[in-house]
């Protein structure tokens, strides 16, 4: 999520181009296309899920690692700022607690003003998007919650097991779009023999 002057999350590094650079230039940050392209691709992204599921190939979080890396160093996120428009992160004690402090409050202050439960019983922002989010920017950065460091967690092991996030995030954030996407183009011969295989019923 944004905040940093240079990108994501404060992770942002000096570019790297070599190892993915070629593709470079197809890097897709224009949030209504990747809207309209997560609709018209919906299908054939469910199929490669399905697909990753079962995949037993090469290293498979050290491929999404690297392409993490490209795409996060590659992508400016206060010039997105999408996560912060279209996601509630989920608020634990030590965020609330933090984000009081930040804004001078007590936590119970804040919670009255700032924070609600969700269907599922945990906290998260009242509004969306987020109050602390101004000019593309969190106005709390230093003190932003857990869950906003760590969006859109495909940095994070067993990318396998987050696939269902992956599918949701890949309409929203253009980090998860290009990994994806060039994920699908690195393990293309594999897929192409896996829809062979299994046609309609991959899905
Ligand atoms: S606190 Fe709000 S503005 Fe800051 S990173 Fe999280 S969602 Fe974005
Ligand atoms: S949606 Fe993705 S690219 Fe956009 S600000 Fe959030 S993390 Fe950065």
Not at 3 to 29: C, D, H, V, W
Not at 146 to 164: E, G, Y
Not at 177 to 189: G, H, I, W
Request: hydrophobic share 30%; with cysteine.
């Amino acid at each position: 999520m944004p905040g940093a002057p240079n990108g994501y999350s404060g992770r942002i590094s000096p570019p790297l181009n070599q190892m993915f650079g070629a593709q470079k230039e197809k890097m897709e940050t224009d949030l209504i296309r990747i809207k309209k392209l997560a609709k018209k691709k919906e299908d054939e992204n469910w199929e490669f899920r399905t697909f990753l599921k079962g995949y037993d190939g090469q290293n498979l979080d050290s491929v999404v690692h690297k392409l993490v890396k490209k795409y996060t160093e590659s992508i400016d996120c206060t010039t997105c700022g999408n996560c912060c428009k279209e996601i509630r992160p989920i608020l634990k004690k030590n965020d609330i607690n933090a984000l009081s402090k930040s804004l001078n409050t007590t936590p119970a202050q804040f919670k009255k003003e700032y924070v609600q439960k969700d269907k599922d019983g945990d906290e998260v922002f009242t509004q969306l998007p987020c109050p602390f989010l101004s000019d593309n920017k969190c106005s709390h950065y230093e003190s932003r919650p857990a869950d906003c460091k760590s969006f859109p967690h495909i940095h994070k092991k067993h990318f396998t097991t987050r696939l269902i996030g992956v599918m949701h995030n890949y309409s929203i954030c253009p980090i998860v779009f290009n990994v994806y996407e060039e994920l699908k183009n690195t393990l293309k011969d594999d897929f192409s023999v896996f829809q062979e295989t299994f046609g309609d019923f991959g899905c």
